[in-house]
């Protein structure tokens, strides 16, 4: 493979559980720009857990992780995030929070490094909901009296908010009714992002030119 069409490579990936059981050793893994991936395999063996050391979200035991882009992550969703409003859960309340604050005149050295020219971060909040049929008035409502559906849709939606090039996602058909599945099955059968989909959902798992088992 030429180096530039790596996205994301695994060198050698091990993890250890803190009581010393190894849950999985020595993986090798190359995604390539655009390549679209499905993760299968039985619970427990540790797609999961796999997916968030792509993500830098854990720290394998041992091995090497390298990715070309930010990568954006779909976490399965349960009631983790319910302490958190719908903008600290996608990550962009600070980017927020500055933009209103030079719209107010506050255009200080922080507040803009915060904004990062971010100017369309709303509109791209509002075209995001829109996408997944999420109706949001208000981004610092909390995500607690959300239904796991509309919490997976936030998540969803943050693809499109961050603009990342690679997407991990777990789960993402879980909580979903059959329309929004079906807008999920179109965004990643159209989608040009490169994609890790973590999945038992073999509707999902027909859309990706490869899956691998775990």
């Known amino acids: 493979f030429k180096k530039k069409e790596i996205m994301l490579l695994l060198e050698g990936i091990t993890y250890t559980h803190p009581d010393r059981d190894i849950l999985f050793s020595d993986i090798h893994l190359i995604i390539n720009r655009q390549e679209k991936a499905g993760l ?117 939606a943050g693809i499109m908010i961050h603009q990342s090039q690679l997407v991990l996602m777990d789960e993402p058909s879980n909580h979903l009714d059959a329309r929004a599945r079906g807008i999920l099955y179109d965004y990643i059968h159209n989608s040009n992002h490169t994609l890790v989909l973590v999945s038992h959902d073999r509707t999902l798992l027909n859309i990706p030119g490869k899956i691998y088992e775990l």
């Open 40 to 156: 299968t395999g039985n619970n427990g063996t540790g797609k999961s857990t796999l997916l968030k050391i792509m993500a830098g979200l854990l720290e394998p035991s041992s091995g090497v992780v390298r990715t070309m882009a930010k990568p954006f992550y779909v976490p399965q969703v349960s009631g983790q995030f319910n302490h958190l409003t719908i903008a600290q859960a996608l990550g962009i309340e600070g980017k927020l929070q500055a933009l209103h604050a030079i719209l107010e005149g506050r255009v200080t050295e922080a507040n803009l490094a915060l904004l990062d020219d971010d100017w369309g971060i709303e509109e791209r909040c509002r075209e995001a909901f829109a996408y997944w049929e999420l109706e949001v008035t208000d981004l610092h409502e909390a995500m607690r009296t959300l239904s796991g559906g509309q919490k997976t849709k936030v998540f969803l």
